[in-house]
Protein backbone atom coordinates (compact mmCIF):
# COMPACT_ATOMS: atom_id res chain seq x y z
CA UNK A 1 0.00 0.00 0.00
CA UNK A 2 1.47 3.40 -1.04
CA UNK A 3 1.47 6.45 1.46
CA UNK A 4 -0.87 8.94 0.22
CA UNK A 5 -0.21 12.60 0.16
CA UNK A 6 -4.24 12.47 1.83
CA UNK A 7 -4.79 12.09 5.40
CA UNK A 8 -5.13 7.89 5.66
CA UNK A 9 -7.74 6.13 7.63
CA UNK A 10 -6.29 6.28 11.13
CA UNK A 11 -8.37 4.85 14.02
CA UNK A 12 -8.28 8.02 16.89
CA UNK A 13 -5.51 5.94 18.72
CA UNK A 14 -2.89 4.99 16.11
CA UNK A 15 -0.42 6.77 14.24
CA UNK A 16 1.38 6.37 10.92
CA UNK A 17 4.76 7.43 9.36
CA UNK A 18 6.04 6.69 6.14
CA UNK A 19 9.97 7.04 5.23
CA UNK A 20 11.29 9.73 2.22
CA UNK A 21 14.67 8.16 2.40
CA UNK A 22 17.85 9.81 4.26
CA UNK A 23 16.39 10.96 7.76
CA UNK A 24 12.76 12.32 6.35
CA UNK A 25 9.75 11.02 7.31
CA UNK A 26 5.78 12.16 7.04
CA UNK A 27 4.17 11.21 10.49
CA UNK A 28 0.72 11.60 11.05
CA UNK A 29 -1.84 11.16 13.88
CA UNK A 30 -5.16 12.52 15.19
CA UNK A 31 -5.67 14.98 11.73
CA UNK A 32 -2.57 16.16 11.79
CA UNK A 33 0.39 15.81 9.24
CA UNK A 34 4.08 15.93 10.66
CA UNK A 35 7.35 16.24 7.74
CA UNK A 36 10.62 16.28 9.01
CA UNK A 37 13.78 16.43 7.18
CA UNK A 38 12.43 15.84 3.91
CA UNK A 39 15.13 15.59 1.39
CA UNK A 40 13.47 15.52 -2.07
CA UNK A 41 16.26 16.64 -4.90
CA UNK A 42 19.59 16.33 -5.21
CA UNK A 43 21.15 19.28 -3.90
CA UNK A 44 24.46 17.76 -2.26
CA UNK A 45 24.95 15.85 -5.85
CA UNK A 46 24.82 19.45 -7.26
CA UNK A 47 27.69 20.37 -5.36
CA UNK A 48 29.51 17.05 -4.63
CA UNK A 49 28.82 14.92 -7.60
CA UNK A 50 30.08 11.78 -5.02
CA UNK A 51 27.26 12.39 -3.07
CA UNK A 52 24.15 12.04 -6.04
CA UNK A 53 21.35 10.36 -4.71
CA UNK A 54 21.27 6.50 -4.97
CA UNK A 55 17.38 6.64 -4.84
CA UNK A 56 15.09 8.74 -6.99
CA UNK A 57 12.94 10.90 -5.39
CA UNK A 58 9.86 9.30 -3.68
CA UNK A 59 7.35 12.45 -4.36
CA UNK A 60 7.92 16.01 -5.10
CA UNK A 61 8.14 18.48 -2.93
CA UNK A 62 5.08 20.12 -4.15
CA UNK A 63 2.44 17.11 -3.25
CA UNK A 64 3.52 17.48 0.36
CA UNK A 65 0.79 18.52 2.49
CA UNK A 66 2.04 19.32 5.91
CA UNK A 67 0.79 21.19 8.81
CA UNK A 68 3.98 21.05 10.81
CA UNK A 69 7.16 21.27 9.24
CA UNK A 70 10.41 20.28 11.61
CA UNK A 71 14.19 20.77 10.37
CA UNK A 72 16.61 19.34 12.70
CA UNK A 73 19.62 21.19 11.64
CA UNK A 74 21.20 23.01 8.63
CA UNK A 75 22.96 20.45 6.12
CA UNK A 76 21.44 20.23 2.81
CA UNK A 77 20.16 16.59 2.95
CA UNK A 78 18.08 18.26 6.58
CA UNK A 79 16.95 21.72 5.49
CA UNK A 80 17.02 21.38 1.20
CA UNK A 81 16.68 24.49 -0.13
CA UNK A 82 15.64 23.30 -2.99
CA UNK A 83 12.47 21.33 -1.62
CA UNK A 84 11.46 24.84 0.50
CA UNK A 85 11.34 26.04 -2.89
CA UNK A 86 8.89 23.95 -3.99
CA UNK A 87 7.06 23.36 -1.26
CA UNK A 88 3.58 25.02 -2.52
CA UNK A 89 2.29 25.24 1.43
CA UNK A 90 4.77 27.83 3.24
CA UNK A 91 1.81 30.35 4.15
CA UNK A 92 0.06 27.84 6.06
CA UNK A 93 2.63 25.35 7.55
CA UNK A 94 4.16 26.03 10.71
CA UNK A 95 7.94 25.23 10.41
CA UNK A 96 10.08 24.11 13.59
CA UNK A 97 13.65 24.19 13.43
CA UNK A 98 16.38 25.35 16.40
CA UNK A 99 18.15 28.88 16.59
CA UNK A 100 20.34 29.00 13.48
CA UNK A 101 18.11 26.58 11.28
CA UNK A 102 15.05 29.23 11.81
CA UNK A 103 17.40 31.89 10.50
CA UNK A 104 17.94 29.53 7.24
CA UNK A 105 14.11 29.16 7.01
CA UNK A 106 13.65 32.55 7.68
CA UNK A 107 16.07 33.43 4.26
CA UNK A 108 14.58 30.61 1.86
CA UNK A 109 10.82 33.08 2.15
CA UNK A 110 9.35 31.08 4.90
CA UNK A 111 6.57 33.61 6.86
CA UNK A 112 8.60 35.02 10.00
CA UNK A 113 4.96 34.53 11.89
CA UNK A 114 5.11 30.90 10.77
CA UNK A 115 8.68 29.93 12.13
CA UNK A 116 8.43 28.06 16.02
CA UNK A 117 11.72 28.08 17.19
CA UNK A 118 12.34 24.65 19.53
CA UNK A 119 15.79 24.18 20.95
CA UNK A 120 17.37 21.87 23.15
CA UNK A 121 15.13 21.50 26.01
CA UNK A 122 12.40 23.37 25.46
CA UNK A 123 8.76 21.84 24.52
CA UNK A 124 6.14 23.62 23.12
CA UNK A 125 2.48 22.97 21.85
CA UNK A 126 1.96 23.45 18.14
CA UNK A 127 -1.48 22.53 16.83
CA UNK A 128 -1.88 20.73 19.41
CA UNK A 129 0.83 18.47 19.02
CA UNK A 130 3.64 18.56 22.22
CA UNK A 131 7.33 18.63 20.36
CA UNK A 132 10.19 18.60 22.76
CA UNK A 133 14.26 19.79 21.31
CA UNK A 134 16.56 16.47 22.06
CA UNK A 135 19.77 17.07 22.90
CA UNK A 136 22.57 15.78 19.74
CA UNK A 137 25.47 15.90 19.28
CA UNK A 138 26.40 18.27 16.60
CA UNK A 139 28.26 16.10 13.53
CA UNK A 140 30.34 19.54 12.49
CA UNK A 141 31.11 22.89 13.36
CA UNK A 142 28.53 24.69 10.84
CA UNK A 143 25.60 22.83 12.84
CA UNK A 144 25.88 23.60 16.44
CA UNK A 145 21.93 24.21 17.07
CA UNK A 146 21.65 20.34 16.31
CA UNK A 147 18.58 19.27 17.43
CA UNK A 148 16.58 15.93 17.69
CA UNK A 149 12.57 16.02 18.54
CA UNK A 150 10.52 14.04 20.75
CA UNK A 151 6.87 14.51 19.48
CA UNK A 152 3.84 13.52 21.19
CA UNK A 153 0.48 13.33 19.44
CA UNK A 154 -2.98 14.06 21.65
CA UNK A 155 -3.56 10.56 21.71
CA UNK A 156 -0.53 9.32 23.31
CA UNK A 157 1.31 8.04 19.75
CA UNK A 158 5.20 9.20 20.76
CA UNK A 159 8.29 9.43 18.02
CA UNK A 160 12.08 10.57 18.86
CA UNK A 161 14.15 11.57 15.77
CA UNK A 162 17.50 11.84 16.82
CA UNK A 163 18.27 14.08 13.75
CA UNK A 164 22.27 13.68 12.67
CA UNK A 165 24.48 12.83 15.99
CA UNK A 166 27.45 11.62 17.21
CA UNK A 167 27.64 9.17 20.00
CA UNK A 168 28.47 10.60 23.41
CA UNK A 169 27.15 9.59 26.98
CA UNK A 170 25.07 12.34 27.60
CA UNK A 171 23.33 11.32 24.53
CA UNK A 172 22.52 8.52 26.39
CA UNK A 173 21.57 10.39 29.59
CA UNK A 174 19.45 12.87 27.53
CA UNK A 175 17.40 10.31 25.27
CA UNK A 176 13.77 10.58 26.08
CA UNK A 177 11.53 7.89 25.80
CA UNK A 178 9.30 7.21 22.91
CA UNK A 179 7.63 4.34 21.50
CA UNK A 180 8.95 4.84 18.23
CA UNK A 181 12.93 5.97 17.90
CA UNK A 182 14.09 6.96 14.52
CA UNK A 183 17.70 6.74 14.92
CA UNK A 184 20.96 7.68 11.84
CA UNK A 185 23.01 4.01 11.83
CA UNK A 186 25.34 5.17 9.18
CA UNK A 187 28.48 5.64 11.10
CA UNK A 188 30.13 8.08 8.79
CA UNK A 189 30.85 11.78 8.98
CA UNK A 190 30.42 11.71 12.83
CA UNK A 191 26.54 9.89 13.16
CA UNK A 192 26.40 6.82 14.98
CA UNK A 193 27.99 3.75 14.22
CA UNK A 194 25.22 0.85 14.55
CA UNK A 195 26.47 -0.26 17.77
CA UNK A 196 26.03 3.01 18.58
CA UNK A 197 22.39 2.99 18.17
CA UNK A 198 21.74 -0.11 19.32
CA UNK A 199 23.12 1.87 22.63
CA UNK A 200 20.91 4.80 22.23
CA UNK A 201 17.58 2.31 21.62
CA UNK A 202 18.37 0.44 24.29
CA UNK A 203 18.24 3.46 26.87
CA UNK A 204 14.95 5.09 24.81
CA UNK A 205 13.75 1.68 25.68
CA UNK A 206 10.64 2.00 22.31
CA UNK A 207 8.19 0.01 21.19
CA UNK A 208 9.81 0.55 17.74
CA UNK A 209 13.33 0.95 16.66
CA UNK A 210 13.40 1.98 12.44
CA UNK A 211 16.74 2.86 11.51
CA UNK A 212 17.64 5.80 8.87
CA UNK A 213 20.47 7.83 7.25
CA UNK A 214 21.62 4.39 4.96
CA UNK A 215 20.24 4.86 1.78
CA UNK A 216 20.62 7.63 -0.44
CA UNK A 217 24.47 8.22 -0.83
CA UNK A 218 26.81 5.37 -1.90
CA UNK A 219 29.72 6.54 0.28
CA UNK A 220 27.71 7.81 3.04
CA UNK A 221 25.43 4.23 3.17
CA UNK A 222 25.04 0.99 5.68
CA UNK A 223 23.30 -1.93 6.05
CA UNK A 224 19.88 -1.89 7.73
CA UNK A 225 19.67 -5.55 8.23
CA UNK A 226 23.30 -5.07 10.65
CA UNK A 227 21.26 -3.52 12.91
CA UNK A 228 18.08 -5.49 13.06
CA UNK A 229 20.17 -8.06 13.82
CA UNK A 230 22.44 -6.62 16.57
CA UNK A 231 18.68 -5.18 18.05
CA UNK A 232 17.67 -8.44 17.88
CA UNK A 233 20.84 -9.79 19.77
CA UNK A 234 21.10 -7.30 22.57
CA UNK A 235 17.01 -5.70 22.93
CA UNK A 236 14.99 -8.53 21.59
CA UNK A 237 11.97 -6.81 23.04
CA UNK A 238 12.20 -3.74 20.62
CA UNK A 239 10.97 -4.52 17.12
CA UNK A 240 12.52 -3.14 13.75
CA UNK A 241 10.80 -2.09 10.68
CA UNK A 242 13.10 -1.40 8.01
CA UNK A 243 10.78 0.95 5.96
CA UNK A 244 10.71 1.34 2.44
CA UNK A 245 9.87 4.12 0.66
CA UNK A 246 6.29 5.67 0.82
CA UNK A 247 4.89 2.51 2.43
CA UNK A 248 3.23 3.45 5.86
CA UNK A 249 3.84 1.98 9.34
CA UNK A 250 1.22 2.21 11.26
CA UNK A 251 1.06 1.57 15.50
Not at 21 to 43: E, F, K, M, N
Not at 47 to 55: C, G
Not at 152 to 168: I, K, L, M, Q
Amino acid sequence: MRFSVAQPGLAPNQAAICFLGQAGYIIRSCGRTIVIDPYLSDSVGKIAPKFSRAVPVPVSPAKLRADIFIVTHDHLDHLDPDTIAAYRRKKTTVFIAPRLAARKLAALAIPEKNIRRIDTGETARVLGVSITGVYAVPTSPDVLDTTGYRIEFPNGRSVYHTSDTAFSELLIKAAPHAEVLLTCINGKWGNLTIPQAVRLAAAVSPRFAIPNHYDMMKLNSADPKKFSALMAKRCPSIAVPILRLLEPFVW
